[in-house]
């Protein structure tokens, strides 16, 4: 079982800066791929990011490409999305989840997080 946490979401102006992060509870972090999926009033919940244990080669959504970073500190059972240049359309609840052999689609993590807000004002 693992037991996520985020935090650092809020209100931004557009072409600002944030950071999450996701506390994981237990210690079976380092075997998990971490993502970072965010979902808009009205829409599905997206995969936006994900990071497999090594830290190789992340996946990213095309919208946020060269936008956002996803990383991750196996020491500190911590995985983190810096949101650079950031734009109204990127408002949303993101969730931090993770699972040992997921793909984009949500319903085939396992485990996640509580979620936190993100508004970016125009």
């Known amino acids: 079982q693992v037991q996520l946490v985020e935090s650092g979401g809020g209100l931004v102006q557009v072409g600002g800066s944030l950071r999450l992060s996701c506390a994981a509870s237990?210690?079976?972090?380092?075997?998990?791929?971490m993502g970072w999926f965010r979902q808009a009033p009205g829409k599905e919940r997206e995969l936006v990011a994900a990071i497999i244990v090594s830290g190789g080669s992340p996946y990213y959504i095309d919208s946020v490409k060269g936008r956002f970073t996803i990383s991750r500190d196996n020491a500190k059972n911590t995985v983190y999305l810096q949101m650079n240049s950031l734009k109204p359309e990127d408002t949303a609840v993101y969730y931090c989840?993770?699972?040992?052999?997921?793909?984009?689609?949500?319903?085939?993590?396992?485990?996640w997080g509580q979620g936190t807000q993100v508004t970016v004002s125009s």
């Open positions: 237990g210690r079976t972090f380092s075997t998990y791929t």
């Open positions: 989840a993770a699972d040992r052999k997921p793909s984009i689609v949500a319903s085939s993590w396992n485990y």
